[in-house]
């Protein structure tokens, strides 16, 4: 690295020596180190803004933000409300990304980056010359995993554009930054829950709230900046028709997604605004972290529900109870290979100890169609697992309520988990929660049942 005398650079940035010395001993000019009587600076150090004009330089021009994953919905919304307020800005997509027509403004220079490539990254924040107001980085790498089959390659690629690249840009773009100064990361709320079906995606989020409070700590001292981060929830816009994320909308209280633009606001205000907030994290999610309605998984197709089915069952230890509730008696017991398995694994389980009572519900009158079913039987031969049966027509008239809790029925294991039943829609077949208010809701209503149930011997 090449050096400079606290003259050659006083000339370079036409301030005086002694304002060198000054902003040397402030921490302000990283890299500079003593040498016996002098100080070497490195050649390409941005000069920091002078705080005392650094108000009136802001006044004068037109601030510069860089927005990395200028691309997203929020990242166009984000880049309108800038500019509507007087701002340029430098926006970063990864290559081969489709570039709406909306970002395509005199106001907005677009760079193309391969957010994989350390160099290219690094090669691009030297491009950028101008002294910067802001820098929002929204890029993220989402990968929905199979936890059976899991996909370390894609694990790392989730790091390295949610992490290593956030880590990268906000390092090197600090250096043209000064007092008034402002950085936003925009993260996900899956940091503070975790994903059942994205851990690199939910873990990297926590690991950029760790950032954030550690750039915090750095660079404020150092460059005068803040630096904060945006949490934002379930967000509506190109998954707006995702059945995933129309369920949330249940455990949102505002009950719907959130807006593209009203996330861009939180972040504009995060940025412009809010003077004294530094190391924070504003949660934007319309509340759905204060509800205790998930701790669960997606919604899981045929073929991840019965592994998950299979492991809950191989795993149950001896002595715990499961308690299990049977509705979808033409779909349930059929011939499908996995549903085989799962039968076998329930007899696995109570063979280990492992105490098991069933009751089925249906019409009383339908018995005759079940009678011969091999799987039946074979529940009725076995003396360890408890097989009860409860007319279908009796919970419509006495406890017709306990019907939205029965539904398709579910698997209650001791009181930590619930293996929940969906419609064989072809989509989903399943869920599993550990949440406690399910889980004692389906604990309840099971016990209701027991008052009516009999022996499921006898209606055969």
Known sequence: MEYLTVKQVAKLWNISERRII?????NRIPGAF???MCWNIPKNTHKPVDKRDSLLRMIEDKKIVVIAGINSDIGIELSKILIKAGYRIIGIYQQGSKISNELQKEDILLKEVDYFDREFLLKTTK???EDIFGFVFMEIYFHLEDTFNFDYEQFEKSYQVNVFAANLLTRELVKKMNYNSSIVIVNSIE?????FGASAYASSQAAKVNLVQTFANIFTEMYGIRINSVMAGWIGGVMENDNTFNKAKDSIPMKRLGHPEEIADDIFLML????YTNGS????????LSMDSQSRTEDLDSGKFYKILDKYFSETKKNSKMWIISTMMENEWNEDPSERKFIESNFDAAERGVKIKRIFIFDKEKAPLYKENSYIKRYLKSNKITTNFVDLKEVKEKKPDLLNIINNGWIGIDEYALLVDLPSDGTSRGYVT????????AKKCFEELEQMEMPLKNIF
């Open 434 to 441: 550990m949440n406690k208010l399910e889980i004692q809701k």
């Open 191 to 195: 940091a503070y829950r975790g994903s």
């Open 281 to 288: 994290s504003l949660i934007s999610d319309g509340g759905y």
């Open 127 to 129: 491009e950028i010359k």
């Open 34 to 36: 003593k040498n016996g």
């Open 272 to 275: 412009t605004r809010h003077k």
């Open 22 to 26: 000054n902003l040397i001993k402030e």
